[in-house]
């Protein structure tokens, strides 16, 4: 039977669901409050109360109110937030790194540059957050998916910041450069080849939060190998930044963010030999 009489169609799995996830903001709650919030009979909430101060989920410490008890307080940090990028971005590096068999890394946006992180196909660790090391916007492959699919002001703001040379192949004009990102939103991705140091080239995409904004890159080399490479890349990148979209984007707002049909499914991917 679901319930009683006085509270049909609520099993005890679910009246127990209300009452734990009224607690989910770590507020207190007095008997009578916490069966208001959560419509149910006082007699059934003092019930339920009763067994989960007994398990330590909830608390009674001035014999009036309840709080979370130290069980809840265990649980509950997984259950209130997402995973974040910071926690699951080296995760990803480092199966990109593995599978792949090349050093790949995961920026974001700082000021003007790029922090990030990086594996490479090696037994050593990775770098961890915070890494001080920085790497500039118009001459890596992350940084500019970060400014093809990131906010025009961006752009605005690199482009006045004066744009270095660092090898003859360096896109150090304007033009160049919004020639090169708008390559990338076509395609889905951008791609870097001798532009911060002699033979280094890259592939990256960029990673999309739950409203489409650009908030990371992942990238990994592909120095030496041609666009075979490049092609054999892109589908890894692809999966593992949706991957994280999906994990740190709270699933509400992931479900109500549709966005522009061109990125319904993410950026537009076209084959460099089409």
């Not at 699951?88 to 995961?106: C, G, K, M």
């Not at 699933?251 to 537009?268: E, K, T």
Request: glycine residues 8%; contains cysteine.
């Amino acid at each position: 039977m679901a319930g009683n009489s006085g509270e049909p169609g609520r099993t005890v799995t679910s009246k127990l669901a209300a009452i734990l996830v009224a607690f989910g903001n770590g507020r207190d709650f007095t008997l009578s409050e916490l069966a208001m919030h959560t419509n149910l009979a006082i007699s059934t909430v003092h019930r339920l109360l009763t067994d989960l101060v007994r398990t330590s989920l909830l608390e009674r410490p001035d014999g009036i109110t309840y709080r979370p008890g130290p069980a809840l307080h265990e649980i509950l940090p997984y259950l209130a937030a997402p995973p974040t990028l910071r926690e699951r971005a080296p995760f990803v590096v480092e199966d990109l790194a593995t599978s792949l068999r090349a050093t790949a890394r995961f920026g974001v946006v700082d000021g003007l540059e790029v922090g990030y992180i990086e594996k490479a196909p090696r037994a050593e660790p990775g770098t961890l957050f915070p890494n001080a090391a920085r790497l500039p916007l118009h001459a890596t492959a992350m940084g500019k998916a970060l400014l093809a699919f990131g906010p025009r002001s961006l752009i605005r703001l690199v482009h006045g910041s004066g744009l270095p040379r660092y090898t003859a192949r360096t896109l150090a004009c304007p033009v160049e450069l919004e020639h090169d990102l708008q390559k990338a939103r076509t395609h889905g991705f951008a791609v870097t080849d001798g532009e911060l140091a002699p033979g280094a080239a890259a592939v990256a995409v960029p990673v999309f939060d739950a409203q489409w904004r650009a908030v990371a890159a992942v990238e990994v080399d592909v120095a030496h190998q041609g666009r075979d490479a490049v092609e054999l890349a892109l589908p890894a990148l692809l999966v593992a930044a949706r991957c994280l979209r999906r994990e740190v984007a709270p699933a509400l707002r992931l479900d109500r963010a549709i966005g522009p049909r061109n990125h319904a499914s993410g950026p537009a991917l076209v084959r460099l030999r089409a």
